[in-house]
């Protein structure tokens, strides 16, 4: 059991995106008596890239009583409303397909039965692309500006769920000033070590300048995982052998177009794939590679060749991809990159931050900070099955037909999850359904992606047949396969 009914002191290690996200959310669960302290070192600083949300971001935002509108002015920030997927058939330029934000808004996926989506099975089954019927899909194809977005949405002349492109270093800078006005403590010193008393609990965090004694630690260090990597039982599992990519090289980039575009980008390299991430101000950009497929000097060299112009790359950053079996072990929860990083293909990360949070907060909150050991196991067990989850959404991505270089033949013959080989072999049979998504939502936790995220990818890339979404129908009624029959050729005669 861990007792966190009258804690005096709450430390959040990391003064980065997930640091600040736990700042506000303790802040807010717990009592003015209870000091909630961010520690960082501003001789290390933050890791600089994570600029694209997903679609618990603006909920996150309320949740913390951020004004929309002040994010979005202090962050440089855009619209996001989903990806496109460049060059992930055939590598070439016209090869593009969008995951879009749409989930369960929109008349299309109004109406579930028996566990699907029957005009997503009908739009499947007679060859229309997913995006067809989105309201607002337009907006994002026409380059639309921001302007045109906003009073889209201000009008409800769009399907689409909005999430956020943003500028990593202002959303630090913003939410630690939020946090502070709201009495969270912050210090700047660098940490060396801590201190562990007999039961394992972490007592203390050795500084340059003392001792700083706790009750609680969320370990929000970035990638240099400093306490958790350290903890006894801390088990850390590699995704490397479905995961191929290892290396990123980040930097920033003028607006390919006239307007910010309203999606990030994700197009194909020879060793890897490109990240777009279009802000107000600029676009941030990187090139995620496999470094056993591709030297740091050569990838340089290949952006520069598709750009057309030179780039000042940042620092090169190196990963594992995987995550720790439990992110929970006794007073210390790692949170944001210290819990886990994989390539931010779907941008995952900060989403996955936000999840984790909002359970812990209803752990807290609902065991009155008396919390056993049943509870923070069964959060770990939940945790990692949302990480296999994402795992095995990412891995499908590159369940893909480009095979031009070595990296997409090797990719092409990588092994699967069995978790996923079992999904891919039912969605031959019917489209993906929520019970696939709704396995990983144990104990109330919903898998980050629904079964539409699931089908953006899985269609366009030719892992549901035809005849998969026509099983679909045919388990209807005449009447109710009549009926998404008809809402597909509603589609097609409005020509979205
Ligand atoms: C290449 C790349 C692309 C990414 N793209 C996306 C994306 O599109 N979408 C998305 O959701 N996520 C993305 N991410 C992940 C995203 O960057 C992180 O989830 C997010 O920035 C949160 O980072 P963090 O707060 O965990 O760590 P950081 O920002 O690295 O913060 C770590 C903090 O810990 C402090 N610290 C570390 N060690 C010490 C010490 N010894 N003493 C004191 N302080 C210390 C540092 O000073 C810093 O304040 C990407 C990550 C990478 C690597």
């Known amino acids: 059991m861990l007792n966190l009914r009258t804690p005096k002191r709450i430390v959040i290690l990391g003064g980065g995106t997930a640091g600040w996200f736990a700042a506000l959310t303790l802040r807010r669960i717990f009592s003015a008596n209870v000091e909630v302290r961010v520690i960082e070192s501003s001789q290390i600083g933050i890791v600089g890239v994570g600029e694209g949300g997903l679609l618990n971001i603006h909920d996150a935002l309320l949740r913390n009583q951020i004004d929309i509108k002040e994010f979005m002015a202090e962050t440089d920030a855009t619209f996001k409303w989903g990806f496109s997927y460049e060059g992930w058939r055939t590598g070439k330029a016209d090869d593009k397909f969008y995951h879009l934000f749409t989930s369960a808004r929109g008349e299309g996926a109004q109406w579930v039965e028996g566990g699907f989506l029957p ?72 940490v060396k070590d801590f201190v562990r008393n007999e039961e394992g609990l972490v007592t203390k965090l050795i500084t340059e300048k003392g001792e700083v004694e706790l009750d609680f630690l969320i370990d929000s260090s970035g990638l240099t ?18 995961l191929l990519m290892d290396s990123a090289i980040p930097f920033y980039m003028p607006h390919p177009n006239k307007n910010p575009m309203l999606i990030t980008r994700a197009i194909t390299m020879d060793a890897g794939w490109m990240w777009q991430i279009p802000l107000s101000t600029r676009v941030g950009a990187g090139y995620v590679f496999s470094s056993k ?8 060299d290949e952006i520069q060749k598709y750009l057309g112009f030179e780039i000042e790359p940042h620092k090169t950053i190196r990963f594992d991809p995987g995550c720790y079996e439990q992110v929970w072990i006794k ?60 795992r095995d959404f990412l891995r499908m991505h590159y369940d893909c037909t480009r095979n031009d270089t070595p990296l997409w033949q090797e990719v092409n013959k990588s092994p699967m999850t069995d978790r996923y080989a079992e999904f891919r072999k039912c969605i031959q049979e019917r489209t993906p359904h929520l019970i696939d998504v709704e396995n990983y939502a144990i104990n109330g936790w919903g898998g980050i992606f629904h079964p ?14 035809v005849s998969a979404a026509g099983m679909d129908l045919l388990w209807l009624s005449k009447d109710k396969q009549q009926k998404a029959l008809d809402f597909v050729k509603k589609v097609q005669e409005k020509g979205w």
């Open 119 to 190: 005009y997503y099975s009908a739009l499947i089954n007679q060859g229309v692309p997913l995006e067809s019927w989105i309201r607002g899909f337009q907006l994002i194809k026409n380059n639309a500006s921001m302007e045109e977005a906003i009073k889209a949405v201000d009008e409800d002349r769009t399907d689409l769920v909005t999430s956020f492109h943003f500028d990593s270093y202002k959303i630090a800078k913003y939410m630690k000033k939020v946090a502070l006005s709201r009495g969270v403590v912050h210090e700047d010193v660098l």
């Open 452 to 465: 539409v995220n699931w089908m953006s990818v899985a269609v366009p890339l030719g892992l549901v047949p």
């Open 331 to 390: 007073n210390v929860m790692s949170l944001g990159l210290s819990s886990g990083f994989v390539e931010p293909l779907e941008a995952t990360s900060i989403g996955q931050m936000i999840e984790q949070l909002r359970n812990f907060e209803r752990v807290l909150v609902s065991s009155q900070g008396i919390i056993s050991e049943n509870s923070i196991r069964e959060y770990n067990e939940a945790n990692l099955a949302s990480w296999h989850g994402i």
């Open 225 to 242: 995982r400093q306490v958790m990597a350290k903890m006894p039982g801390a088990r850390w599992q590699t995704f490397k052998d479905y």
């Open 293 to 300: 497929h591709k030297s740091e000097a050569d990838a340089i």
